[in-house]
């Protein structure tokens, strides 16, 4: 059964008739709707000659199949000439097409509106594919929109043709920011397409088959847009693969089979799809980003036959009124694609859909304001034609980072965030239309004010989720941790977990940070979801993970992977001062134990250190086997069991640097390091045996001795720096932070 669409004839009342318009056009008032200010239908002759003179050029990349064609070719394959199935669109454009040779019913088709009582009219150019090939977001019947906003006043020089004052490309979804151009200088833009997915760049400026998206020194950029919150550059999708970032596509399949395998499009092969160096076998089964896909190359130009430049394009097509257009329903079998949703147990499916439809039926086509989506270029439409123009709810904005491992850290003790090379995709649970990414950015514009969960998969990395609170205005809302949305190729990802004691209330907050890179996630659970919660992070690194409950009470835990773990597992994670006091033994048991492993001079035995973390994949507790480490430092550092050097103090003593234990400083080098690291250690072992006895006035009164430890700790490292193995002291003084902030936590905590 057929998905019902509004008909054209609904929404044309019946003025689609081609040549009843006089010489200067027919107006047909169309209705603004919903508040959006009013448009008049502009036909006949008027309407073509402002189409032919602002047809764009197009440019197209080496690899592209589906060129735009006419729609109504491929009709009428069911008995009825108003419905176009998308098997008989795929298969009868592969059976007029060979790829290698001329594209076939070459047509763009057109649009003329003028918003009523002003001198501003748009002129619309549609472009259909017969199917949309992009990583994921292939579907059938596409529609790509360029949009010329026109001054046709006397002062504008050119009222017969119009003087451009806007050129609009569409991108891929409403909610990509489109690459758009305020006071062009020139008449007839070029369009620059995407391979497969057709989304459409613009260029304006000496170079018509690039794109640019900053100025360079001989020339202007392709784009007005304003520039990004967080990013830096302009906000426009632009052309990924000719700006040097990489685009998977993949191959759709129907029905458990590649699309060029099914029965019933005998004439569709594997070469009508986009060739095989540009695609991946599946998005979720790479084990990182794929680094050897092809960059963008210029293929076929097409121009309008009647252009001053068609005789220079490859080949001419046709401009034809929308009016003309029969086919009022596109239908075809839904797809989809499903995003990966990181949870405790089983990761969650959130599925993004695939639509089709008639340009008619979307609101741009009577209002083109609708599609702009810069809001300095809404605001100048608005200003110069007296255009009441409805402002934009607002962006939601954030950075991809690819998370690594760093040489800064010694063994696998860190990572670095750098900037990706491929592209991915977005979904707003609230939206259900894919949104890609653009220079590595996550760019989501008129986002409606609500609760939303937004959800990041892409080839070869592990998915990232945040719900996201987002309020409507001028200030966008950054996800991620400072606006960086951080993933670990899919290879070295391990399922960080937590879940809630049984008798606490659930978790309201998580936030996880690397001893190096610093937050990798910091926000409300991605799912609500009783069972606890689940973020991804790279294997190499050296975690803490800190959560607040419903009470507001935080708790915090150690995460260190080991070289083979798929998952880290906080069962029962407690909040308040035990679980604080904690987390800062087994912190400071698994640097002094690590730094015990420098005493042959490096670091290669580092990753050796059998100590527990706060996970169950990890059994063992850091009270365990505090004893045995600091034992073991006594030993390197040359100490004999009881020359009394632990810097041990009682409940209530200050343990500062000069009182009972000083040996804290003591020696120089290696030995002075572990000697302080041993006397801080012992101070959080006693406070954590304070704390889980419930003495909360003893534990505190031990963590403010742990604080002057810390202290010292720190006059040791920077006394002693010049005589300390490399990368020890980047290792413990990376940690001290996370000392000092759980030191503070546990102290405010009550209990």
Known sequence: MRERRLRRRELLAGGAAVGAASLTGCLDTLGGGDGAPATERVEGERARTLAEAHAPELYFGVGERWFPTDPRAYAGDYGDESVLDGFAAVDGYARDYDPSGEPPHRTVFYNVVQYAGTDLVVVQYWLYSAFDQFTTNFHWHDWELLQVFLDVSEDSGDPDGGAPTLFVASAHARSVPNNEFLDPGTGRASVISEVGSHSSALSVNETPAAFERLPVPTDIADISNGVLALADIPAAYGLPRGEGFRLPFSLPELDGAPIHEHPDLP?????????????????????????????????LRLAHEGSPT?????YAYALVPMGALTVEEFTGPQLSFEFAVPRFAEDAVASHLTTTGTPTAQPRYTNPIADVTDPRHRAALSERFDVDVTGLAGDVVGLLRDATGTAEAPGSNGIETTEPSVERLALLESDLVVAP????????????????RLTVNGAGVAPYAQRVAHEAGDEPTTVGVGGDVVQPPAADAVKLRASPAADAPGFERVAVADDFAGGVFDGPPPVADAAGVAVYVHREGAYTAEVEDGDGRIGAFRVNPGADQSTATVRGAATGKASLTSYLLTLLVETTAQATAFADGDADGIDDVGVPDSTAEQPGEAAAVVEDVLAAAAEAAGDSDDDGGDGSTEAGDSGGAGGPGGGGQGGSGLTGLLRALSATTTAAERADEAAQ?????????????????????????????????GRLPALVERRLPQVNERIDQALAAGE
């Open 693 to 725: 006895a419930g003495d909360a006035a003893a534990a505190d009164s031990r963590l403010r001795g742990l604080r002057q430890r810390t202290d010292a700790l720190t006059d040791a490292i920077e006394r002693n720096r010049d005589r300390l193995p």
């Open 437 to 452: 990414t653009f220079n590595g950015v996550v760019a989501l514009r008129d986002v409606p004010e609500g609760e939303h």
């Open 267 to 299: 004439n569709v092969t594997r070469d009508h799809l986009v060739p095989a160096s540009m695609t991946i076998d599946s998005v979720a089964g790479l084990p990182s980003p794929p680094a050897d896909l092809p960059l963008r190359e210029t293929g």
């Open 310 to 314: 068609a005789a220079e394009a490859d």
